[in-house]
């Protein structure tokens, strides 16, 4: 069956939900949730309250969880990285075999950065990169579009520091962590600052606040940055981290592995998902009430940002601990109660918890920092996780992330098209 091929019986009608849920081996609530994660498409029929789905939308995704669940060619189940930097198990995760939600909450995302590079906890560690590779970076990000994404700034400083560095292809372990050490304190440093006050020195957290925020930094809101970089510095082999590990596999350099994850992490499924939950954040406490944002977003055939994981069957941990930090900050009141609105909303008909995303949409809308923020808060702190990638892929055999293709095309001979 080719992909949106009519199911046998069913061509010119919609697919009820129960007829949706049957065909895909589910209850009707999982159905839901497909939907709130972007897998499947609902439509309501005039007249009526009930969702109807495209047969051969809904045949693809049954044959695509059927190949997952057997692990056949082209599903990815075929495709393991042996690693030891991040485990995910259990609604749980870890770096390096320590509770990753225990280590982010007492130790600082320079800390955590060192613990996932080495293995080793460095107390007070902090990054200060040379003065001359700064201000490379920040001419050349200056020279872009105020228009541009924060990604784009982020990768173009990255591009800048390594054209600056002639040390760039020493891939010993030794000179790809001094690179790192100078790299993620760059990116944060060539920003620009939300008021002319560049605040450069201190733990990372101090002078990327300045960056996302003209308001004055409070020492607990510090402390939910700080923490919020620490959890989201690795996440196992996640879309942008593969990447970066196919182009270290390939030895490219730590600065060009790690604009391969800024690449990936461009895509909206992937970086941005906390600048739609921004969004929707403030929707629901500008009119009071999730309900309409929540209905708006499902007729627009979205899904809601910020609910739900593949890898965890309850709420994110990652969302938990910062939810319980915000908690402590008295402006982020209104965007908690809002998240939970969203949450309780939803619930009715999918179950789906919330996630990373829409914690980092609370702290960013209740810090009056833009959409874009999280977006920069997540590129910024996976930055140490793919260089934990690459360092981890350069001890491993050159070129080993070459798949093979599994064909489906017509088979040769052809005659020449004419």
């Known amino acids: 069956m ?27 609530e999982t159905v839901y949730a497909y939907v709130s994660r972007g897998l499947l498409s609902s439509r309501r029929e005039p007249g009526s309250r009930a969702s109807t789905f495209e047969p051969g939308e809904v045949a693809t995704l049954a044959r695509r969880n059927r190949r997952e669940a057997a692990g056949s060619p082209g599903s990815g189940g075929d495709l393991s990285v042996r690693t030891h930097i991040t485990l995910i198990e259990q609604d749980r995760y870890y770096f390096r075999g320590v509770d990753a939600v225990e280590l982010a909450t007492h130790r600082s995302y320079e800390e955590v950065a060192e613990w996932l590079w080495t293995g080793r906890l460095t107390p007070g560690i902090t990054f200060s990169p040379p003065r001359s590779t700064v201000e490379i970076a920040r001419r050349a990000v200056d020279s872009l579009s105020e228009h541009c994404s924060p990604v784009d700034r982020l990768r173009v400083a990255a591009i800048a520091a390594a054209a600056e560095d002639p040390l760039r292809f020493d891939l010993s372990e030794a000179a790809v962590l001094n690179t790192a050490r100078i790299l993620i304190p760059t990116l944060v440093t060539a920003l620009p600052p939300v008021l002319n006050d560049r605040q450069d ?21 510090l402390h939910v940055l700080d923490t919020a970089l620490a959890l989201l510095a690795d996440h196992d082999l996640a879309a942008s981290t593969l990447a970066v590990r196919v182009a270290a596999s390939a030895r490219a350099h730590a600065y060009a592995a790690v604009s391969a994850g800024f690449g990936v992490l461009e895509g909206p499924l992937h970086g941005a998902a906390s600048g739609l939950a921004h969004r929707m954040l403030l929707d629901v406490i500008d009119q ?40 402590q900050v008295p402006a982020a009141e209104p965007a908690l109660l809002a998240a939970r609105d969203i949450v309780a909303t939803t619930a009715r008909h999918a179950p789906l918890h919330a996630n990373v995303d829409l914690a980092l949409a609370v702290f960013t809308t209740s810090c009056g920092m833009p959409a874009t923020a999280g977006e920069t808060i997540f590129a910024v702190a996976r930055t140490a996780g793919w260089i934990a990638h690459a360092l981890e892929e350069y001890g491993e055999r050159p070129l080993r992330m070459r798949p093979s293709g599994h064909y489906v095309g017509p088979r040769p001979p052809q005659p020449v098209p004419t």
Do not use: M, N
């Open 2 to 28: 080719r992909d949106h091929e009519p199911v046998a019986g069913l061509a010119g009608r919609r697919l009820t939900t129960k007829e949706t849920a049957e065909l895909l081996g589910v209850k009707p």
């Open 201 to 221: 020195d201190g733990p990372l957290a101090r002078p990327l606040w300045g960056r996302l925020t003209g308001r004055p930094a409070d020492e607990a809101s």
């Open 288 to 327: 009071g009430t999730a309900v309409p944002v929540i209905a708006g977003e499902l007729r627009a055939g979205r899904r809601i940002a910020g609910l739900g994981h593949r890898l965890y069957q309850g709420e994110d941990p990652r969302a938990r601990a910062l939810f319980g930090l915000l908690e």
